[in-house]
């Protein structure tokens, strides 16, 4: 039987397969891609990104007071946009 996860942008259910499993490491929230990290994890569908970002689900995803740095995923995200836009150029 497959675990079912909560994405915490859209609030719909998948399996660990569908969704990306992020961690807090030292004040950061970054993706653990093998998803073995201890301690607490969110699950957000990739697409569900800027979302999670936008709605601060991680601050209450990991149980926090305030936000926690999510820079490195809004470069990331910034970076898929450019190439995107690269694309349909």
Known sequence: MNPIRSCIGCRKTGGPSEL???VL??????????????GRGAWVHR???KLAIDRQAFKWA????????????????LTEMDAKDMKLK
């Open 25 to 38: 490491v030292d004040g950061k929230v970054i993706f653990d891609q093998p998803q073995i990290a201890p």
């Open 62 to 77: 990991f149980r926090l007071s305030s936000m926690p740095d999510v820079t490195d995923l809004q470069k990331e995200l």
């Open 47 to 49: 697409k569900c990104l």
């Open 20 to 22: 990306m499993r992020m």
